[in-house]
């Protein structure tokens, strides 16, 4: 099982819909949590963090399931700017050296 | 600096020439990463170093990758004998400690021809 997985997607959406994200981790000591996002030919933004009690800004939303090693993001009145691909990534604590472990990614594409 | 700083942006070399690709992180961030993204695929976790620690080399594909950095700043990631398959991204991150997310730089976009 990979570590962090992501439905590849594309997902494609006309602007101003509800766009919800999945992603699934191995390994169940991961600690923190965030969802960076991705334009074409372009090197990874942070997005947000992701909290336990889920966290929101503006029309973004994280949540995170630590029983069902589940996160997730969902997007409200999807932009065209919104059009990117959207990264999983998750960290453990407690180990030297350890790195932050990106899923391959989700593709969205939102047209007018 | 305001940001991640990645030198070269694009580098064009011939199959079997060594390559150094430079990272200046962030002032005062004392973790830095190299990862490298081939094209449609995810990002590939190469090396990290933390502070003055022996770095973590467990992502380098060969003994042909090596990084060094320096004073606990400037980073360098030196690819010798270079392959077709090293042709990639590579991204170079830093943080400020565990409980942030990385900046990224911008890359240096390597092709090995």
């Known amino acids: 099982r990979k570590e962090v997985e992501q439905d590849p997607g594309p997902f494609n959406v006309p602007e101003g819909a509800t766009v919800a994200f999945n992603c699934t981790y191995s390994n169940s000591a991961s600690q923190s949590f965030f969802w960076y996002r991705q334009d074409c030919r372009k090197e990874p933004k942070l997005l947000m963090s992701?909290?336990?009690s889920g966290n929101e800004d503006g029309r973004f939303t994280a949540q995170l399931n630590r029983a069902s090693q589940y996160i997730s993001l969902l997007i409200r009145d999807s932009k065209l700017s919104d059009s990117a691909t959207y990264l999983c990534v998750v960290n453990l604590y407690g180990q030297a050296g350890t790195a932050l472990i990106f899923g391959k990614g989700t593709t969205l594409s939102v047209s007018s | 600096g305001a940001g991640v700083s990645q030198s070269p942006s694009n580098k064009v070399t011939e199959k079997g020439k060594d390559v150094e690709l430079r990272c200046d992180p962030i002032s005062g961030h004392t973790a830095l990463y190299w990862y490298r993204q081939s094209l449609g695929q995810g990002l590939e976790f190469l090396i990290y170093f933390q502070g003055n620690s022996a770095p973590d080399k467990s992502g380098l594909p060969s003994d042909r990758f090596s990084a060094e950095r320096t004073g606990g700043s400037v980073s360098t990631l030196t690819i010798q004998r270079t392959q077709q398959e090293d042709s990639a991204v590579y991204l170079c991150?830093?943080?400020?400690?565990?409980?942030?997310?990385?900046?990224f730089g911008s890359g240096t976009r390597l092709t090995v021809v």
């Open positions: 992701v909290y336990s």
């Open positions: 991150a830093s943080r400020q400690d565990r409980n942030y997310g990385y900046t």
